[in-house]
């Protein structure tokens, strides 16, 4: 059972072939901006690394950064409108009113508020205005907005009001991609409609990313199914991954860590990935990354994302160092290091040109950091130094020492000493750590019902079985499944007793376990 | 009565500052001993309000006219349909309208019915439309599920009348209720008829009733509460120790959620959660109950601390409070105990609020009677 792991993120393209456990070639290369060319160059040389061991290769599985930095760095975003149905109800806090200001500039394409909406109990809030959807969606249309996100009271309940209005979106204006909140989250209208809109504002680029994905496996001729790499470590195929880019939004660092539990053998640790434009920081459970508690914000954005708690500040090998004064951040020269370091000629004095500078690591023409004085490039490593021991303090959640897995690009930027950690383990191969993360992960299964007049055990136990059918449905073996995930919530005020059952499960590729070399 | 020397308005009023604001709302969810609500929306609400140059004053209890007519505020129903029918200032300011034109008088000042929880920065939403100052008190200290629950009700005044307004155009005024006790289930049927949510203007209290039988300062309580949790936060210190300081509490147990048993009974959110010790409480077990708020909390099978004792559950790394509906497997926790306003230890305080009203036969024993000895 052979698997390519690809990882792209804003600096580096990687991946990993990998036959079960062990890896079997690695490679590094660097993201190119249409992202096609740099995948089909990874998949090249890995193959081409693992010579006669690249045979029977069923599955290629990427994860990729592409979205949460598209909405970190604002940049290839489009605009989304917000029809929201909720009306006389929740009038002061409109979409966008808890965003960034510069965020919600960006992508704010209008907000269209509108009576309708579900109680807690099924009963409708007030009759649906449908002539206002109608209104509003022609006025999307007229403004050149190509996306909307539609929420409306209770809709992860009933989802009747949503869907009537997306049909109504689509009949007034077909050109208009539609998001409903109803598809992506739970109970709580202001985070599940920030999903949306984030969703809705990513469509384009989730189309193109994963076109360009398609293609270089395609062209690659391993004939290997593919899989896009989500934020809790699992996989989808891609036709399902190009509608929901947010999914996808927190897999590259659940990759990052999981791959580095693997490639050390150390299940319990802090992990810091040092990548190009972040070093992510965040603890590892046996094996699996700790999740975050409840609202986790992205880009400065609330949202109900399941992720893993993770801490991400702007140090990575492509951030950029200013001198006069010292600067350390927030730019990074992102997938462009490879032209615009001072190592590899260019003029942008970067993370990567300190390190060189200093000695941690050989890249490029050292030749050309040789310039730079001692003290500058000593005070520059101390500050990186003291924001990365600054924010692994801050994911520790208790005293006892342990160990650090030091992973990513910039893996030699992390201090090798650092207050409550037992000792920083360079990983091998960890600078592919993402790609071998991705390469393991396995296909989930999920349901999220609401069972009435049942005990809390019976309850659970159905979900449970609905759960592994659907990830029976999704490609995984059965005899690999194990429960990852139950949560259950009684519903208040509603007739008899009503439980909201939520249960995810986990797989292997059923391709993967079956497959046997002809 | 109270013997006052007269003070000028420079003294007994204060403008709140956005930080301020902000500081509340923290200090609210904590003292809102899991229930009462996430004060986020209200305090989004009120970001938005200062930054169209509204603001809010606070006034010194005692600085209220003995025959003031202060409005008893609050938003009432189930924090799980707040999640998804958004707090709205005007909404929260009808029932106070309503209340206007029923007594044919207007309101001097308001206040918080509950500072635990949304509740404690509610009024601040109504003050910030109106003009009117909110008075540094409120009836619990904390937050409570229920009417009866609450100094006024302890001291016996009068329960009624109540108005209370839906979204849409329907309105509830209760003109008479039999006591406490009634009010609150006409009240709640009511509400859960409307949708499980409401806003409410409770019985309006005189300034002299508010002197004598409110818990006072627990505005300024919650905001110096919050001060101290955002600056360990800015400081890379222990939030933890930052609350116990500001509000002579007590650490009970540090853990991680690993288990949570909800269930809903008579409109209430019902259950337990138990948590497994780590660092200094490795290998002991912590069990707490709540009925909306935590009620007991067992460590290792035996009681140690019950309501009216505060039991508050914080995020053991920002300090955060957690409610009884957002506590989660593997949540890192710690457990503290606040003392309780004082009338809540009378015999009658303990009748209303200790733990047989909760349904737990236990004796009430304060925690902190124990670690005075």
């Keep these: 059972m052979k698997r390519i792991g690809i990882d792209v993120g804003g600096t580096n393209t990687d991946a990993a072939l990998l036959d079960g456990d062990k890896v079997i070639a690695a490679v590094k290369t660097f993201t190119t901006s249409d992202v096609t060319s740099g995948v089909r160059t990874a998949l090249k040389e890995v193959v081409a690394k693992a010579g006669d061991a690249a045979q029977d290769i069923v599955a290629v599985m990427i994860g990729t950064t592409h979205f949460t930095n598209a909405v970190v760095q604002r940049r290839d975003l489009g605009r989304a409108a917000a029809i929201r149905v909720s009306l006389p109800a929740s009038a002061s806090l409109v979409p966008f009113c808890d ?73 007034e204006a077909p050109d208009v991609h539609v998001t409903m909140s109803s598809t992506l989250g739970r109970i709580g209208l202001l985070e599940r409609e920030n999903v949306a809109l984030m969703n809705a504002s990513l469509i384009g680029l989730a189309r193109e990313t994963t076109q360009a994905f398609v293609d270089a496996v395609a062209d690659s001729g391993l004939g290997a199914q593919l899989y896009i790499t989500q934020n809790d470590g699992t996989v989808v195929r891609a036709d399902a991954a190009r509608e929901y880019p947010v999914f996808s939004f927190a897999s590259g660092p659940t990759n990052s860590m999981r791959g580095a539990a693997l490639l050390a053998g150390v299940e319990n640790a802090m992990v810091c990935d040092v990548g190009g434009t972040t070093a992510d920081i965040g603890c590892l459970i046996n094996g699996f990354p700790r999740e975050a508690n409840n609202v986790v914000e992205v880009g400065g954005v609330r949202t109900l994302f399941r992720m893993p708690d993770l801490l991400s500040i702007a140090v990575g090998g492509g951030t950029k160092i200013g001198r006069d004064p010292l600067t350390v951040g927030p730019e990074s020269v992102g997938y462009r290091l490879a032209q615009e370091a001072r190592v590899f000629g260019g003029a942008q004095i970067t993370a990567t040109d300190i390190a060189v500078a200093a000695g941690l690591i050989s890249l490029g023409d050292a030749s050309k950091v040789a310039d730079l004085p001692a003290d500058f490039v000593a005070a520059a490593l101390a500050r990186i130094h003291a924001d990365i021991a600054e924010a692994v303090d801050r994911m520790k959640t208790d005293a006892t020492e342990v160990p650090l897995l030091a992973v990513g690009g910039g893996a030699r930027l992390i201090p090798q000493e650092m207050p409550g950690i037992s000792e920083v383990i360079q990983v091998e191969h960890s600078g592919v750590a993402n790609a071998v993360g991705a390469a393991m992960a396995q296909i989930s299964g999920e349901t999220d019902r609401i069972y009435r007049d049942m005990d809390r055990d019976d309850a659970i136990a159905e979900a449970r079985s609905a759960a592994i059918a659907a990830a029976i449905a999704a490609g995984a073996d059965e005899k690999t499944i194990k429960v990852i995930d139950v949560e259950d919530l009684p519903l208040s005020y509603l007739p008899g007793r009503a439980i909201r059952a939520r249960v995810r499960v986990v797989g292997e590729a059923a391709a993967l376990t079956e497959a046997v070399p002809a | ?230 600056k360990a936060r800015a400081e890379h210190s222990d939030p933890i120790e930052a609350v116990l300081s500001a509000a002579n509490g007590l650490r009970l147990f540090t853990g991680k959620v690993v288990d949570i048993e909800r269930r809903t009974t008579e409109g209430f959110l019902r259950g337990q959660a138990r948590i497994e010790g780590l660092n ?94």
């Design chain 1, 99 to 171: 965003w960034p200001k510069d965020l919600a500039s960006k992508v704010n394409g209008g907000v269209y508020l509108v009576e309708g909406g579900h109680e807690y109990d099924g009963r409708p809030l007030y009759p649906m205005d449908e002539q206002a959807i109608a209104r509003a969606a022609r006025q999307i249309a007229q403004d050149g907005v190509k996306a909307v996100a539609i929420s409306a009271t209770f809709s992860p309940l009933t989802a009747t009001c949503e869907e009537r209005a997306a049909e109504i979106v689509r009949n």
């Design chain 2, 1 to 230: 009565m109270n013997t006052l020397v007269q003070r000028s308005p420079s003294q007994t009023h204060r403008t709140l500052t956005a930080d301020d604001i902000e500081a509340l709302a923290v200090g609210a969810w904590i003292l809102g001993t899991g229930g009462g609500g996430d004060p986020y929306q209200k305090l989004l609400n009120m970001r938005l309000l200062y930054d169209a140059g509204r603001q809010v004053t606070l006034m010194d209890p005692l600085a209220l006219d003995d025959d003031a007519l202060v409005a008893v505020l609050s938003n009432m129903g189930a924090p799980l349909v707040g999640q998804e029918r958004l707090s709205d200032p005007e909404f929260a300011l009808k029932p106070l309208r309503m209340m206007e034109e029923y007594l044919g008088r207007k309101f001097d000042a308001v206040m918080s019915l509950e500072i635990g929880g949304g509740n404690g920065v509610h009024p601040m939403m109504v003050a910030a439309l109106t003009g009117y100052p909110v008075v540094d008190a409120d009836t619990m200290g904390r937050a409570y599920p229920e009417a009866q629950m609450t100094s006024v009700a302890v001291a016996g005044l009068r329960c009624y009348p109540l108005t209370m307004a839906d979204i849409r155009d329907n309105e509830v005024i209760i003109p008479r209720a039999a006591s406490w006790r009634w009010m609150e289930r006409i009240s709640r049927k009511a509400c859960t008829e409307i949708g499980s949510i409401a806003a409410t203007c409770k019985a309006p209290r005189s300034g002299a009733e508010v002197k004598q039988h409110g818990v006072l300062y627990s505005v300024s309580k919650a905001i110096n509460l919050g001060v101290n949790v955002l």
């Design chain 2, 280 to 373: 200094d409480f490795a290998g002991q077990e912590m069990v707490v109950h709540f009925q909306n708020e935590f009620s007991v909390a067992y460590l290792d099978g035996e009681p140690i601390v019950m309501t009216p004792d505060l039991i508050c559950l914080l995020d053991t790394v920002s300090g955060d409070g957690i409610g009884t509906d957002s506590l989660r497997f593997g949540q890192r926790v710690s457990v503290l105990a606040l003392p309780a306003p004082a009338v809540f230890l009378s015999e009658k305080g303990i009748a209303a609020v200790g733990p047989r009203a909760f349904g737990f036969d236990l004796e009430f024993k304060s925690v902190f009677e124990e670690s005075n000895t």
